[in-house]
């Protein structure tokens, strides 16, 4: 009876030491045992979305304090701060009503290491603001409705924060610069974004990509990658997906949610978007940080700095439409572009160019024997005609690596079955496309694989 009264007496003290703990840290049962990301997210998370900022609607003082927040993080860190201390860098829209809403960008950077590169720049950006507050009538009393936005998008600004204090910690393994930039008024047609590229950031022409973190948090309803269907962001993350990690994000065709990465689309800058997708807490008070789900935060924390550190690391920046390459002629008459078809030309079915080239070049490619000798790889880029008949002619290079690659790539190509023809206002078109072709050899043997290895 002893030894069970002394067990019970130690867990009793162990009970009253965890509980003691708590009450001088602040933290949960749960947060004693928290890794040191998982710790930091929640911390984020909790200050970002607490009451004290309301809502961080566009313009307000809740806005300001949610800048100030990540401008002492990135000087914590001693990440350069590119906008003006003490709460960004503002910029004004005017209203229908004739009034002026000021809100901010809070821009942090990174540079990169490679003499050649470090004038070419990866953009990492997350929404900023949320919807605020509202006044409502309940039983005749007014009463103060918060929209915290845990998952949006406290969750996205924690997990740029905590990208960028890694970064900063491996600066010395990324080529090109990487920026940290939380967008002001993303509510407000992406007027941060708008304002970042064409008034603000004056090197807007040497962003070789930009990554959109927003709302991430939910991790349990899945992770996803959304590009806008680019062949290059495509074939990174398929790159990735291949290699080991603890979470991969699922490649969406259909975009979740409307972003700041629209703002670099209309530049022709290639952009993903990372999200969890919807949730059904989405702009209503009752998205607070206990929603999230912290571990798997952590989890895609590490997905994302891996894919921005390969991003960073290409030696050639991802195209937005491959068909507009630099000194590429336009399209001939009655050729359209496949970007502004109405009908996209389909291969099996799948208007995907990924379907032609997994099913059909990749599966008859061969790596000519002296680019495997003499090591040369590389992305040659064919374009072709899909004609209203469906065959596809007019083949050629427009940016090639060697005869022997350009060569195999423009035989392939041009033996393609039939497709299924484009279309433009109800009729079918020519339809002018262009697509990378992989050549790859592996250091061991040099042994030629062709794409991306799944």
């Not at 009793?12 to 749960?30: D, K, P």
């Not at 950006?125 to 309940?138: F, I, K, P, Y």
């Not at 998008?153 to 997990?159: F, I, V």
Request: negative net charge; charged residues 25%; glycine residues 8%.
């Amino acid at each position: 009876m002893k030894i069970f009264r002394f067990i019970a007496v130690t867990l009793t003290w162990l009970s009253v030491t965890v509980a003691s703990a708590q009450i001088r840290t602040g933290h949960t049962y749960e947060e004693l045992y928290d890794s040191e990301t998982t710790s930091a997210f929640k911390t984020h998370v909790r200050e970002i979305s607490s009451a004290m900022f309301e809502g961080r609607k566009a313009g307000s003082e809740g806005e300001k304090l949610a800048a100030e927040y990540l401008e002492d993080f990135f000087k914590s860190y001693d990440i350069d701060l590119l906008s003006p201390a003490g709460g960004g860098e503002l910029f004004g829209i005017s209203k229908e009503n004739g009034d002026t809403l000021t809100s901010r960008n809070v821009i942090g950077f990174v540079p990169g290491y490679d003499k050649e590169l470090r004038d070419k720049y990866i953009v990492v950006g997350a929404r900023l603001d949320n919807l605020g507050t509202m006044t409502m009538t309940v039983d005749g009393q007014p009463y103060e409705k918060i929209f915290y936005g845990a998952n949006g998008n406290a969750s996205g600004l924690a997990m740029m924060m905590e990208l960028a204090r890694m970064v900063k910690t491996n600066s010395v393994l990324f080529r090109r610069s990487v920026l940290f930039v939380a967008f002001g008024a993303s509510s407000e047609t992406y007027a941060g974004a708008w304002y970042f590229l064409n008034r603000s950031f004056a090197a807007a022409d040497n962003i070789d990509a930009m990554i959109n973190l927003d709302m991430l948090g939910t991790g349990y309803t899945g992770f996803y990658a959304y590009t806008s269907s680019n062949a290059d962001l495509n074939a990174l993350i398929r790159t990735l997906s291949g290699e080991l990690h603890p979470v991969k994000p699922e490649i969406i065709a259909a975009e979740p949610y409307p972003s700041d990465h629209r703002a670099f689309y209309a530049k022709d800058i290639p952009s993903v978007m990372f999200t969890t997708g919807k949730y059904a807490e989405h702009n209503t008070e009752r998205d607070t940080q206990s929603i999230l789900d912290y571990e798997m935060m952590e989890r895609e924390l590490e997905y994302i700095y891996n894919f921005t550190l390969a991003l960073a690391n290409l030696p050639d920046a991802p195209l937005f439409h491959p068909d507009r390459l630099p000194g590429k002629q336009p399209a001939a008459e009655g050729v359209v572009s496949y970007y502004d078809c109405d009908v996209k030309p389909a291969f099996l079915n799948s208007t995907d160019p990924r379907k032609f080239l997994e099913q059909w070049v990749y599966q008859y490619l061969k790596y000519p024997a002296e680019a495997v000798r003499d090591g040369v790889q590389g992305r040659v880029m064919v374009e072709f005609v899909v004609n209203k008949d469906g065959k596809v002619s007019d083949v050629k290079v427009v940016k090639g690596v060697s005869e022997e690659l350009d060569a195999e790539a423009v035989k392939v190509v041009a033996a393609s079955p039939k497709w299924k023809p484009a279309k433009l206002n109800g009729q079918k078109v020519r339809c002018s496309m262009t697509i990378p072709v992989e050549f790859r050899l592996e250091k061991k043997g040099r042994k030629p694989s062709f794409g991306i290895k799944k």
